[in-house]
Nanobody, 122 residues
Framework: VQLQASGGGLVQPGGSLRLSCAVSGRSISRYGMAWYRQAPGKERDLVAH???????VYAESVKGRFTISRDNAKNTVYLQMNSLKSEDTAVYYC?????????????????WGQGTQVTVSS
């Protein structure tokens, strides 16, 4: 199973980006999928999770601004990020776990993408 994250870039505060995570090698329909982020000198933190059934969980810092979604037909997961702030600057990673339920700990995910840089700056 391979995950390919894309869509990062430089955006001004208040702007939007949509990240994509394309998965190959296995259907994600039964997988729990997550987005994590890691800023320099900090731990990798959960941003959002979507279960195989479509239930979502968000970090408090992104609630109301970010939306995670999945398109099982395209084997892709998305993270729509609106009202971006400088503190959202980080490398964003997508992750997958064959158990479709929610897990917070990064160590519990089976597969990871390579990361995409998001920089929010004027």
């Amino acid at each position: 199973v391979q995950l390919q994250a894309s869509g990062g870039g430089l955006v001004q505060p208040g702007g939007s980006l949509r990240l994509s995570c394309a998965v190959s090698g296995r259907s994600i329909s039964r997988y729990g999928m997550a987005w994590y982020r890691q800023a320099p000198g900090k731990e990798r933190d959960l941003v959002a999770h979507i279960s195989s059934g479509g239930s979502t969980v968000y970090a408090e810092s992104v609630k109301g601004r970010f939306t995670i979604s999945r398109d099982n037909a395209k084997n892709t997961v998305y993270l729509q990020m609106n009202s971006l702030k400088s503190e959202d600057t980080a490398v964003y990673y997508c992750a997958a776990r064959s158990d479709g339920s929610y897990y917070r700990n990064a160590g519990q995910y089976d597969y990871w993408g390579q990361g995409t840089q998001v920089t929010v700056s004027s």
